[in-house]
C-alpha cells in the first residue's frame, strides 16, 4: 500500500512527458509546467491558447508555454523567480475561486423548461421542491425498489430520509460518505437537486467543508472522447489561468459530481493496470472516471453520482464504501408547495392543487415531480384560458398521455415503427402483471420480450440489482403501480402489428376479456379500464397518433360502448326503467369525456341511484359531467352519501336532484338552481341533512321559478330552515306550476309564523301543490287557522309529530268537513288525544271513508348524516322531551 501511495502523483512533482520549466524562469507568475513543443494540438487542455505565456518578457520558457490559462506548478509559491510569493499566490487563487463561483452562479441557477417562451428562464431558488431522498442502510447488493415513487420499507431496516443538505452527512454507524450514489427513475428530479447543489454551494449555505465542486454532465454530447481530470477541470472552468495544480494540491476539498451517469454507457470493466493515478494523464475517459471512482486518481476527493436504477450494476462493481440514496418525489406537503411554487399565484395554485387532491389517482401520480410538472403545465393552461376546473376536460388519462410524450421525447433514436413494438411489448408486460398481480419482473421476462433495447427500457423500467447470491439477475418494475396499469390498458387500445410478445401465455388482446373479467370479480381492474376509456376518446386517439407516433384500434368505442348498454339493462327490475346505480360508470364516461358519446351510453337510462357513498370532489365532477349530457334523466337518488369539499365555501358541482342526508352546504345551492332550470326533465330533488339554511333555499327558489324547471317533487328534511325562507317559498310555490309536493319535515324553526306564510302561496291561483309535509316543525294550534282556510288544493297534509292540541285538530276537522275538501290524507299523532277529539276524528272518518288520519311521518332515517350526529329518535326533536300526545296512535 505504501508502495502505491509513493506512486501517486503529487503535486511538487514532475510530470512524465513534460518538460520542466528552468530553475529560474524569471517573472513567469505560476512557474509553469508547460507541454513539449511537439505535443499534438488535440491533447491540449480545454478551451486553451496556443498563445505563449503572457508574463514578463524575461519568462524563459515563454515560447513553450501552449496556453496562457498555466498549468501546473512544480515550485513551491517563493522558490524561484521574483513577484511571485505566498501571498500574491493567495490573491490570485481567492480571485479565481470567486470567478468560478460567478461561472457556477450563471450557469446553474436559471434554467428554461420543455414549453418555456424565449427568454424565459426560471430561478431553482423559487422554483425547487423539497424530494424526499430515502438513505438505506444497505449492501449494494441489495435491491433498490422504489416501484411506487416511494421507498420499501417492506423488508429489512427503515429507510432514513435525508436532503440535499445531508447528503455527505455520517450515517447512523458514524461512516461519513466519500462517495454518494443518488438513484432515481426519469423524471424524478436528479439534475435539478444537482442544480440546487450546485448553487447553495456558492450561496455558502452547504457543503462549506469543499473549496471547489465540478459537476460533469454526462448527457453532453460534447464530452471528449479522452481526457485528463485536469481538463475535465479546465472545462469547468472557462476563465484564463486557471490555476488546476493549486485546485488539485487538497483532494479532501473537492467535490465532483456525475450527473446522469446512465447517459455514458460505460461497462466500466478497466484492468487495474491501465488506471491513471496522475491527473495530467490523458486517458479514454472511461479510463479517467473509473480511476476517479476507484481512488486511483485523487483519493481523497468526493463524488455525488446521479443514475437511473438501470446504472446501479456497473456502478457496483467499481465503488467502494459508496453510499445509496434513492430519490423518491414529493411528499404530500411537497406536492402542494410545488404547485404554489410553479403558479407563483396563491389563488391559482389553489385550486389546482384541489383539483389533483381530489383525484385520488392523478394525487397519488404527483409524487413523480415531472408527473405534477405534467399536471400543473396542463392546469395552467385551462386556468389561463378562463375555463373552471370543475369540468375540466382534462382528466387522469391525459395526464399519463403527456408523461408519456415527455418519456418518448428522450428516446436515444427516432424510429416511429420501433416505438409502436416496443410499446406494445411493454405493454404487453403490464397487463400480463396486472392479471396476475405482478409488480416485479425478472431479466428472463424482459429478454423473452425484447424489451432489452438500452434506448427504450430505462425509459420506462426500474432496474433493481439482485441481493447478494440471487442467481435470477436483475429485478425490473414500473416507476409506479399506477403507470403500469396505464400501460396495461394501453396494450388493450393498440393496433397490433403482428408482433406481439410470445411468452405472455393465455393474456389475450381482448377488450371484452378485460370487461367482463371486471363485471364478475376482478375489482382491482377497476382503474384500467378506466384508462381504456381516457385512451378512447378522439383527443388521445389524434394526440397518440400525431405527437407520439402510436395507432390506436377503432373497435375499442364501440366494445365499451356496447358493454356500458348491456351493463345497464342487466340491473334493470321488470316493469322499471334503467337505472344506473354504480359510481365507476360516471368515472368511465367522465374519462372519456365525449358528450356525445355519454348521451349514447346513457340513452334510455332514467334512473340514477346511488347509495351510501362518500362522494370526493373527483366523484361530483364526474357526476356533473354526465347529469349535464344526459337529456332522459328523471329521478335521482343519492341516499346515504356524503358530500366531500377540499376548502370550505368552495362551489362544489351540481351533481344530483335527490342528495339525501347528503350535508350540502350552502354555496352549492347556486349550481342546483341553475341545473333545476336547465335540465327539463328532472323531477325530485331530495336534499337531506344540509346546511343549507334560509340563504340556500332562497337560491334554490330562484331556479324553481324559472321557466325551465318542471320540478315535481322537493324534499328539504332536516335542513335547518327557520321562518325566514318561508316567503321565498310562497313566491316559488305561487309561479311555479309544476311543483306537486314539498317536505319539509324535521324543521324545528319554521314554527307557526313560517306556516301562515307558507299558506299566503298556497291560496295563489298558480299553485299546484297537492302534498305538504310539516312532520315534527314545533307547530302549534295556532296555525291550525291558516292551513285550514289556505290549503285549497291538497290532497296529502303532514302534520305529525306537532304540538297541535283539541282546538287545533278541532279546527281542522270543521274544514274537512267540507264537500269540496280534496285532502285525502291528514298526518297527525293520535296517541293521547282527548276522547272528544278522538270521536270527531272517528266521525269525519266515517263521513268521508277515503280519508286517512294518522302519523305519516315517513320511516326513512338518515344512514350516516343526521341520526349520527342529532340526539333524537323518530319523532323526537334534538332537546326536547317526548309528550305522550306524540306518541304514535292508530291509524284512523
Known amino acids: 500500500m505504501q508502495k502505491e501511495e509513493e506512486t501517486r502523483w503529487k503535486p511538487d512533482q514532475s510530470l512524465p512527458g513534460r518538460s520542466q520549466a528552468p530553475a529560474k524562469a524569471k517573472g513567469c507568475r505560476w512557474g509553469c509546467c508547460c507541454f513539449p513543443s ?35 506548478p512544480l515550485r513551491e509559491p517563493g522558490s524561484g523567480g521574483s513577484g511571485w510569493d505566498q501571498a500574491s499566490t493567495a490573491k490570485g487563487i481567492a480571485e479565481h475561486k470567486q470567478k468560478y463561483k460567478e461561472h457556477v452562479i450563471q450557469g446553474f ?16 431558488r423559487s422554483h425547487y421542491t423539497t424530494l424526499t431522498i430515502a438513505r438505506k442502510p444497505r449492501s449494494k447488493h441489495e435491491a433498490v425498489d422504489i416501484t411506487r415513487g416511494c421507498a420499501d420499507t417492506s423488508n429489512g431496516p427503515a429507510n432514513v430520509t435525508v436532503t440535499t443538505q445531508t447528503l455527505f452527512n455520517p450515517d447512523e454507524d458514524g461512516h461519513m460518505p466519500q462517495v454518494v450514489v443518488l ?37 453532453d454530447i460534447a464530452l471528449p472522447k479522452e481526457a485528463s481530470v485536469a481538463d475535465l477541470v479546465s472545462k469547468c472552468c472557462p476563465h484564463r489561468r486557471v490555476p488546476v495544480g493549486k485546485i488539485l494540491e487538497d483532494q479532501k476539498k473537492i467535490l465532483f459530481i456525475l450527473d446522469g451517469f446512465e447517459a455514458l454507457g460505460f461497462a466500466l470493466v478497466q484492468p487495474e493496470d491501465e488506471l491513471s493515478s496522475d491527473p495530467r494523464a490523458v486517458k479514454p475517459l472511461e479510463t479517467t472516471l473509473m480511476s476517479l471512482m476507484k481512488k486511483t486518481l485523487l483519493p481523497d ?35 402542494e408547495e410545488y404547485f404554489h411554487r410553479y403558479f407563483g399565484n396563491d389563488h391559482k395554485a389553489d385550486v389546482a392543487f384541489g383539483f389533483a387532491r381530489a383525484n385520488e389517482i392523478l394525487y397519488s401520480l404527483c409524487v413523480i415531480p415531472i408527473m405534477s410538472w405534467t399536471v400543473c403545465t396542463i392546469l395552467k393552461q385551462e386556468l389561463h384560458q378562463e375555463r373552471n376546473l370543475m369540468e375540466c376536460s382534462k382528466a387522469t388519462t391525459w395526464m399519463g398521455v403527456c408523461y408519456l410524450s415527455w418519456l418518448v421525447k428522450r428516446r436515444g433514436r427516432d424510429n416511429p415503427q420501433g416505438l409502436q413494438r416496443f410499446l406494445l411489448k411493454l405493454c404487453s408486460l403490464a397487463a400480463d402483471g396486472i392479471w396476475k398481480h405482478k409488480v416485479l419482473f425478472e431479466e428472463k421476462e424482459i429478454k423473452d420480450c425484447a424489451l432489452d433495447q438500452p434506448d427504450l427500457l430505462p425509459l420506462f423500467l426500474h432496474e433493481k440489482i439482485p441481493r447478494k447470491g440471487v442467481d ?122 365525449e358528450k356525445s358519446f355519454t348521451q349514447r351510453a346513457l340513452g334510455g337510462v332514467t334512473d340514477m341511484d346511488l347509495q351510501d357513498m362518500k362522494l370526493s370532489l373527483y366523484d361530483q365532477m364526474a357526476l356533473s359531467f354526465c347529469i349535464r349530457q344526459w337529456p332522459g334523466l328523471c329521478s335521482v337518488t343519492l341516499r346515504g352519501c356524503s358530500f366531500h369539499q377540499q376548502h370550505p365555501g368552495e362551489e362544489v358541482a351540481a351533481s344530483g336532484p335527490r342528495l339525501q342526508w347528503c350535508r350540502l352546504p350552502e354555496s352549492c345551492c347556486a349550481a342546483l338552481a341553475a341545473l333545476l332550470a336547465r335540465h327539463r326533465s328532472l323531477a325530485r330533488l331530495e336534499l337531506g341533512d344540509t346546511a343549507l339554511g334560509d340563504g340556500g333555499v332562497r337560491l334554490l327558489c330562484q331556479g324553481l321559478r324559472q321557466p325551465g324547471c318542471c320540478l315535481r317533487v322537493l324534499r328539504l328534511r332536516y335542513s335547518r330552515l327557520t321562518s325566514a325562507c318561508c316567503k321565498d317559498l310562497a313566491a316559488a310555490l305561487s309561479t311555479s306550476p309544476c311543483l306537486e309536493e314539498l317536505d319539509l319535515s324535521f324543521s324545528e324553526g319554521l314554527r307557526d309564523a313560517g306556516v301562515q306564510l307558507l299558506c299566503e302561496g298556497l291560496q295563489h291561483h298558480c299553485c299546484r301543490l297537492q302534498t305538504l309535509r310539516l312532520g315534527s316543525c314545533r307547530l302549534t294550534g295556532a296555525c291550525c287557522r291558516a292551513l285550514a282556510v289556505g290549503t285549497p288544493h291538497l290532497i296529502c297534509l303532514d302534520l305529525s309529530d306537532n304540538e297541535l292540541g283539541a282546538d287545533g285538530i278541532l279546527q281542522l276537522c270543521r274544514q274537512l268537513r267540507h264537500p269540496a275538501c280534496p285532502l285525502r290524507a291528514l298526518g297527525l299523532s293520535t296517541a293521547g288525544l282527548p276522547e272528544d277529539v278522538l270521536q270527531e276524528l272517528a266521525a269525519l272518518r266515517a263521513l268521508k271513508p277515503g280519508l286517512k288520519v294518522g302519523y305519516l311521518l315517513e320511516q326513512d332515517t338518515p344512514q350516516t348524516g343526521a341520526m349520527a350526529r342529532l340526539p333524537f329518535h323518530r319523532g323526537v326533536l334534538p332537546g326536547r322531551r317526548v309528550p305522550p300526545s306524540l306518541r304514535r296512535g292508530p291509524l284512523l
Open 472 to 593: 435470477h439477475g436483475n429485478i425490473y418494475s414500473f416507476t409506479h403501480l399506477h403507470l403500469q396499469e396505464f400501460f396495461a390498458a394501453m396494450f388493450y387500445v393498440l393496433e397490433d402489428d403482428g408482433e406481439m410478445v410470445g411468452g405472455s401465455g393465455a393474456i389475450t388482446q381482448d377488450i371484452n376479456v378485460l370487461l367482463e373479467s371486471y363485471s364478475e370479480s376482478r375489482e382491482d381492474l377497476n382503474l384500467t379500464v378506466r384508462f381504456l376509456f381516457g385512451l378512447v376518446s378522439q383527443e388521445s386517439i389524434e394526440y397518440m397518433d400525431n405527437i407520439i407516433g402510436c395507432r390506436t384500434s377503432p373497435r375499442a368505442k364501440e366494445d365499451l360502448l356496447k358493454w356500458l348498454q348491456g351493463r345497464h339493462k342487466g340491473i334493470c327490475q321488470p316493469g322499471q326503467g334503467m337505472k344506473v346505480s354504480q359510481l365507476d360508470t360516471f368515472h368511465f364516461l367522465f374519462e372519456m369525456n
Open 109 to 124: 441557477l436559471r434554467y428554461k423548461e420543455v414549453n418555456s417562451c424565449p427568454g424565459e428562464n426560471l430561478s431553482i
Open 38 to 72: 511537439s505535443l499534438p494540438a488535440a491533447l491540449l487542455p480545454a478551451h486553451g491558447s496556443t498563445s505563449p505565456c503572457s508574463e514578463e518578457p524575461g519568462c524563459s520558457i515563454r515560447a513553450q508555454c501552449p496556453s496562457q490559462r498555466c498549468c501546473l
Open 183 to 219: 438513484v432515481g427513475a426519469p423524471g424524478m428530479g436528479k439534475t435539478m437537486t444537482v442544480r440546487k447543489v450546485m448553487v447553495e454551494w456558492v450561496e455558502g449555505t452547504i457543503y462549506t467543508q469543499f473549496d471547489y465542486i465540478f459537476c460533469i454532465d454526462c448527457k
Open 301 to 335: 476527493s468526493s463524488l455525488l453520482i446521479t443514475t437511473r436504477p438501470t446504472a446501479l450494476q456497473s456502478l457496483g462493481q467499481c465503488l467502494e464504501g459508496e453510499s445509496y440514496m434513492e430519490i423518491v418525489g414529493f411528499s404530500g406537503a411537497m406536492r
